[in-house]
């Protein structure tokens, strides 16, 4: 399936901004490109890129004052088929674990660890381990926590989501991951695209999704917990230990997003 993916981003900056972006596809979909996202800026800036320590791309700009416009599409050769995990989904000791893996079991920014301990015990500590005991906390971060944007702030943590029971698709992924982490699996929060392929009407407007990848059966395995089932057409943008780590955009100065559309569908014709 032909997967278009792209957006349209508008800030009004008061005075010249650095910004540092994360809006690229992963690498891990290099072999799916078919049209490359390439940044654009309105009016054009020089844009330098480097990748972060987890691999992801990041750009650096300075907006300059006024109006000032970051869009891209992109063009992807992706599965039409909804997504399916592997049969192998066995929890791995803390000592067998690689080394990559002990980052993604510690604390984090908004994924607090040694305040959920004891009660990610109490839920799920007599559940089968592995990929079942992730699913169960997948379930129970689904049902736990009611979705609305009206319910979104940026400091939100997962022990707030505990608490409060709302909140957006980050808010969900942070809890399963700190969940997932106390009981010492490691799980990595994602950021990226999210098609409605495959399901009915009616849609809501597109926008950037948040998930996670647990460590089970000796690979990285998606999990839901927002939309808890299977999609067609993720693709990746990110991954790091929260959402601190993977921000769209991080500002250093003060700016107002004035427009924000997010594309992700199949080309007309596939």
Same mark, same amino acid.
């Given at each position: 399936m032909r997967l278009r993916v792209g957006y349209d981003l508008a800030y009004e900056c008061p005075q010249p901004t650095p910004m540092m972006l994360m809006l690229n596809t992963h690498y891990s979909h290099a072999n799916d490109v078919i049209v490359a996202d390439v940044l654009a800026t309105n009016p054009p800036v020089p844009i330098t890129q480097y990748r972060d320590g987890f691999g992801n791309l990041c750009s650096r700009i300075v907006a300059p004052p006024g109006r000032f416009e970051l869009s891209t599409s992109a063009l992807l050769d992706v599965s039409g088929e909804f997504e399916t995990r592997p049969v192998d989904g066995r929890?791995?000791?803390? !000592? !067998?674990?690689?080394? !990559?893996?002990?980052?993604f079991l510690l604390g984090s920014r908004y994924c607090e660890t040694d305040l959920l301990s004891e009660a990610a015990w109490?839920?799920?500590?007599?559940?089968?381990?592995?990929?079942?005991r992730v699913q169960a906390i997948c379930d129970f971060a689904h049902h736990h926590i009611t979705f609305g944007y009206h319910h979104?702030?940026?400091?939100?943590?997962?022990?707030?989501?505990?608490?409060?029971?709302?909140?957006?698709?980050?808010?969900?992924?942070?809890?399963?991951?700190?969940?997932?982490?106390?009981?010492?699996?490691?799980?990595?929060?994602?950021?990226?695209?999210?098609?409605?392929?495959?399901?009915?009407p009616p849609y809501a407007?597109?926008?950037?999704?948040?998930?996670?990848?647990a460590y089970v059966g000796g690979t990285w395995q998606v999990?839901?917990?927002?939309?808890?089932?299977?999609r067609v057409g993720r693709v990746l943008m990110a991954y790091g230990r929260d959402a601190a780590d993977v921000a769209l955009s991080n500002t250093f100065g003060q700016t107002t997003l004035v427009n924000f559309h997010v594309v992700c569908e199949p080309e007309q014709g596939y």
């Open positions: 929890q791995h000791a803390v !000592e !067998e674990l690689p080394d !990559e893996c002990l980052v109490q839920l799920f500590g007599n559940s089968a381990p592995g990929a079942a979104a702030r940026p400091t939100k943590t997962a022990w707030e989501a505990y608490q409060e029971r709302v909140g957006v698709c980050r808010d969900f992924a942070h809890l399963a991951v700190t969940l997932c982490r106390a009981l010492n699996i490691p799980a990595r929060y994602c950021t990226g695209y999210i098609s409605d392929v495959g399901l009915p407007p597109m926008d950037f999704a948040a998930w996670f990848e999990f839901d917990p927002r939309n808890n089932a299977p």
